[in-house]
Structure formats: C-alpha cells, structure tokens
C-alpha cells in the first residue's frame, strides 16, 4: 500500500467485503499522522494511535470512511452500518419465506432482486452516511429474503434426486463469489466503483429472470394442478423431451382457495416441526458462527489480505464435489454430522500447537481445513432443512433457520478478538461450538431416498413416518431437557422429530 517510518504495531483493517474489522499484520507508520496513497485509486487515512497492551493500533478506512470522517465520536457509525445491514438480513430472512409461500415463488424472488439492484445502487451513490446506512438496511432486507427464495426455487424446478446437485451448485457460487470478490477489491480501490462494479450483474440477471417459470411444486401444493402441468411440460420441452401426457393428482392436503395457507406459526404448533425446527435453527446459527467467524479470522493470517480472502473463498470449493458424493451414499445426516465434527477437531487442535513458535503453516492448514468443513455442512444444511419441511411451509422453515444462522454472523466478528485472551481461544471456540451441532444431528431424521412431504397433513401419514428416526429415545432425550415430564407421559406416537 505505501511506506512510511517503521513504529511497532498492527493495522485494523476496514474492508469493503467483511464489513467489520480484520487485523492485518504489520504496517510501518508514524503515529498521530494522517498519511493517504493515491496509487491504484485507493486512499488511506490513518487516524489517532490507540495504546492496547503495549502495541500500537491504527484504524484504517477505504475512502467511504474517509469521505463521512467516521473518527473519534462519529467512529460508532462504522459498526453501526455493518449491524443495520445484518438487522435486515434478519428481518428479510423472516418475512421473504412465508411471502413466498402465499404469493409464489417467482414473483418474491423478482421483487427482490428488482430492490437489491436499486438499493445497491443507491449505496454506490450515497451522498452522505445516513443515505448510506438506510441503503444498507434495506439491502439486508432483500438480499437475505431473496436469497433464501432463489434456493428453494432453484431446488423446485428439479425432482429431489437432483437436489444434492442443484443445491450444491448454488452454494458453490457463493464460493466462488468470494474469490472474485477479492480479485474485484485488489483491481478497483475506490469503494464507490467497487460497489458499482460488483452490482451490475444483478441488472443482467433480473431481465434474466423474467424467463423463469413459477415453481411447478409450490403451484401444485396451491392445489393448482393445471398450471403446474404446463410447467412440467415446459421443463420437459427445454430439455429436448416430446410433449408429455401428463396428468396430476390433486393431493388430499394442497390448500384450496377459500383457506389460508399455513402461516409460520405452524412451526411451533406442529410436534413435529417444533423441535426439527429447535435443533435446526442451532446447527444453522453454528455454520454461522464459525463460517463467518474463520473468514473474518482471514486476516490473522499474515501476508496479503486479498490472497487470504481469495484462498478462504477457493477452499470451499472442494467441499462441494465431497458433499455430492457422501450425503448420496451416505446420507445427509451422517455426512453432515461427520463434518461438523471434523471443522470442530480441526479448530480445537490449534490449542495443542507450541505458542509463538513464529510458524504460520500449521494453524493456517487447521483453519483452512476448518472452512472447508463446516463449508461443507453448511452446504448440506440447506439441502437437509429443505427436505425437512413441508412444500406449503419449506420458505418459512428455511427462514427460521436462515434468521438464526444471522446470530452467528452477528457474533462472529467479536469471536477473533477473543484472541488477546489467548490465541488459540478463537478457534477452541469454534471447534466446541462445531462438535455440539455435529453430536445434535444425530435427533434429525434421515431423508436420503425418503418422499417429501407436500402438505402438513401428509407429516401425519403412514408413508411419511419413515422421516421420523427410527430411535424414539433421541427425542425424549431432547424433550427432557425442555418439559420435566417422565418417560411414561411421553408418547412417542405422536411426537416425533
């Protein structure tokens, strides 16, 4: 970035793509000055020095931060845009499931990206920080609904034995997301022409989308057999097949038009999806915390900032392949089990590495090895909540899941300075928290060649009691811990996980 006098210290970091602070490393500076670089259209500003435990800390920011002079008093609006947008995640996470399974899936989805483009725009554009802040809101809102929408709509369009694959190629886009990311932020500095850059794909892939069929599942768990045969028949036709005679049969549990769909309160009124719902809700929010924690933790690296990024990213990439193959010969709940419990041993064997040894390899190899992992599960938790749930109520599980998953990414940035307790506390507490979802995956039922379920009422028939774990004791175990009722006052007939 630029030179100056050599001080002894370390540089937090503001980056564009993390949204919260990331140690650096080393940077030679002169404290109580403000140096700024233009090379490559980047400008730093480095403010007050800050003593903490000996060392000498410097906050640095892209120009955005730059531009608002966010310092001393005014230094709480960096974190509080990062948390409004992580507010709005939780919010589009919450209300984007159960709009979709009113109103459609394609309709949602569109509306969102629409808004996601225009308020990402408008972030690009900001003339001050509140215009700023308020953007960000908003994009959290549409992003995390519309998100969750495509998934489901992506894993709609195709029959169940392709949802591995189809759900796997999805996330490995976020993957790659990442790595291009970075390349963007080293090759475009300036933070205004880096938001404009990575937002113009969205125009290309709204007009795109108008192209996209409803889901011919959510049409015909409306009971609206006819259009989700034309839709049957258009997938058909695009993947080169002759016209097919196809007839659906309505099903005994598909909402007719004088009643309400069901709404997210059957998730904790159904047994059922009550405490599928409890145990999910946990094992999405440690994917969270400990995805978001080890990429965040990304700049403890040392060396380059957006080579550490690129290769976070990179590394999830064999993940997916490895995922393909285990949860369909293994099943989904032992391969994600397996791996949770692998991202944990891989965390928490940092704690028996020599201190200050002065060599990186080791627990940089742990971490990476961690990310990949628990990538992995977070790969296969979106494709195993998805077959969990009803088609009339799979958005607003998935939205549940997906609002608890934010808590962890909440928590996540504060986990990596837990650090100055000791430095393999971070990754300790990421191993712990990998382990105890890894062990609680053991209480979901198997899914692996198993029907879904369309409506509530097919959770009660006897074809679809092959969901329920084949072991009652995994739920009465969970139900003791919650309700003081004895073994006797349980029956395991009705209530199932």
């Not at 915390?289 to 380059?304: H, I, K, R």
């Not at 028939?461 to 092959?466: H, L």
């Amino acid at each position: 970035f630029f030179y100056a006098n050599k001080v002894d210290g370390c540089i937090l970091l503001k980056d564009t793509f993390f949204t919260d602070y990331i140690r650096l490393g080393k940077l030679c500076a002169s404290p109580s000055h403000i140096l700024s670089s233009k090379s490559n259209s980047l400008q730093i500003n480095l403010f007050s020095c800050h003593l903490l435990r000996g060392s000498c800390f410097y906050k640095i920011y892209f120009l955005y931060f730059a531009d608002w002079y966010l310092i001393e008093q005014e230094a709480y609006k960096v974190s509080l845009a990062s948390s409004l947008f992580f507010a709005g995640l939780l919010i589009g996470n919450i209300t984007f499931g159960p709009l979709s399974d009113k109103l459609g899936r394609k309709p949602v989805y569109i509306s969102g990206l629409f808004f996601d483009v225009l308020f990402g725009y408008v972030t690009a554009l900001a003339p001050n920080y509140g215009v700023f802040a308020v953007s960000r809101f908003f994009v959290g809102i549409v992003n995390g609904g519309m998100a969750l929408v495509s998934f489901v709509l992506t894993q709609e369009y195709v029959g169940k034995s392709f949802w591995s694959f189809t759900g796997s190629l999805t996330n490995l886009t976020f993957a790659v997301g990442i790595a291009v990311y970075a390349l963007l932020g080293y090759c475009v500095r300036e933070w205004r022409h880096l938001a404009l850059v990575s937002n113009t794909p969205g125009v290309i892939f709204l007009l795109l989308s108008f192209m996209l069929p409803e889901s011919p599942r959510w049409l015909y768990s409306q009971g609206k057999t006819a259009e989700a045969e034309d839709v049957m028949q258009y997938i058909a036709l695009g993947n080169g097949k002759e016209r097919l005679n196809l007839k659906l049969k309505p099903s005994a549990g598909t909402s007719r038009k004088d009643e309400s769909p069901p709404g997210i309160l059957n998730l904790v009124k159904h047994p059922v999806l009550r405490w599928r719902t409890i145990v999910l809700m946990y094992i999405w929010y440690v994917c969270s915390l400990v995805y978001y924690g080890l990429t965040l933790n990304a700049g403890e690296l040392g060396g380059n900032l957006y080579l550490n990024v690129a290769l976070y990213g990179l590394v999830e990439v064999p993940a997916f392949p490895l995922c393909m193959f285990f949860i369909e010969k293994s099943g989904r709940r032992k391969t994600m089990m397996c791996f949770l419990i692998f991202a944990g041993f891989a965390c928490m064997f940092t704690m028996f590495l020599p201190k200050n040894s002065g060599k990186y390899v080791v627990p940089t190899l742990l971490a990476l090895c961690g990310k990949m992992m628990v990538s992995a599960a977070f790969n296969i938790v979106y494709i195993y909540t998805s077959e969990l749930y009803p088609t009339v109520l799979r958005n607003a599980g998935l939205g549940v899941c997906s609002m608890s998953c934010r808590f962890g990414g909440i928590l996540a940035p504060f986990v990596p300075s837990m650090k100055s307790l000791s430095p393999s506390v971070p990754l300790v507490v990421f191993g712990i928290s990998g382990l105890s979802a890894g062990f609680l995956t053991l209480l979901l039922p198997e899914t692996l060649n198993k029907p879904i379920a369309e409506s509530i009422e097919d959770l009660q028939s006897p074809k679809y009691r092959v969901l329920i774990n084949e072991k009652a004791e995994y739920f009465f175990l969970l139900y003791s811990i919650f309700l003081p009722l004895s073994y006797k006052e349980v029956n395991f007939s009705h209530y199932h996980l």
